[in-house]
């Protein structure tokens, strides 16, 4: 049987990851792993539970003493925080504005990226965030680096509200794309950063199909060399 591998995917904002990762994982027979999802669910609980979003100490904490799951089926993975699903809550606006703040702080991020090594330890994941190919599994067979214009990838989130009959506005998704990405990359932990092993794909003028595709034949030489 085929040696499995992990599969790290990394970029921005609107860059594809979440649709790519998806792809890949069902063409390798492999799990999805929504990192951002994670800190989502500890900002949506954070807004629910009246917590300052800027205090490290009580997030931390608070995120000790959380029941986060995630579950995997094919028509997509579910996420649920002391049991109560908050797979679409974790998408409003207001979690979004707070996301960045929540997951900047040291003591969270130590947390998360425990839980993430550990549903990655058996192999045959593809995880996606900001620093799955930096600092939770620095040791992955594959690292890729998506990156899109920011035009485009507001367009993309713009297209994807409309679609779904979310009311949207294209000019405050570029901003505040621009915001967290600046967020992302200038935070001092972890910073969103291509690893130096990362293969880096502009999707800019590329289909998310195209784009799984490239990546599962990169997965499927790694795996021939394990
Ligand atoms: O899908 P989108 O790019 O909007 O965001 P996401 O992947 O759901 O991530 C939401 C936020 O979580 C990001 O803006 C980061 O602040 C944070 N995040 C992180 O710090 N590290 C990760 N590995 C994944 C997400
Ligand atoms: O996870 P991330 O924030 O990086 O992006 P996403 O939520 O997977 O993708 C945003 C939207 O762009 C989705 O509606 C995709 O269908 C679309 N898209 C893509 O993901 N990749 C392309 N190369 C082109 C479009």
């Not at 009580?58 to 908050?86: C, H, K």
């Not at 920011?150 to 000019?171: I, P, T």
Request: with cysteine.
């Amino acid at each position: 049987t085929m040696k499995k591998i992990n599969i790290a995917i990394d970029g921005p904002a609107g860059a594809g990851k979440s649709t790519v990762s998806r792809k890949v994982a069902s063409e390798l027979g492999y799990i999805y792993i929504d990192t951002g999802a994670m800190y989502r669910a500890l900002a949506w609980k954070a807004i629910h539970s009246n917590v300052d979003i800027q205090d490290g100490q009580v997030l931390s904490s608070m995120l000790e003493s959380t029941n986060l799951q995630l579950t995997y089926a094919i028509d997509g993975n579910r996420i649920f925080v002391d049991d109560n699903e908050v797979t679409d809550d974790i998408r409003s606006s207001e979690v979004t504005a707070s996301v960045s703040a929540v997951s900047a702080h040291a003591g969270v991020r130590e947390k998360m990226v425990k839980k993430q090594q550990d549903l990655a330890s058996s192999k045959g994941a593809v995880l996606d965030g900001r620093d799955i190919g930096t600092t939770v599994l620095p040791q992955a067979e594959l690292k890729v680096f998506l990156t899109a214009s920011v035009e485009e990838r507001a367009k993309r989130r713009h297209f994807e509200n409309v679609e779904k009959g979310r009311s949207s506005d294209l000019q405050m998704i570029m901003n505040d794309i621009q915001l967290r990405d600046d967020k992302d990359s200038t935070r001092k932990i972890s910073p969103l950063i291509k690893a130096e092993d990362a293969v880096e794909i502009d999707t800019t003028s590329l289909s998310a199909d195209e784009v799984a595709e490239s990546i599962c034949s990169l997965a499927l030489e790694r795996i021939q060399k394990q």
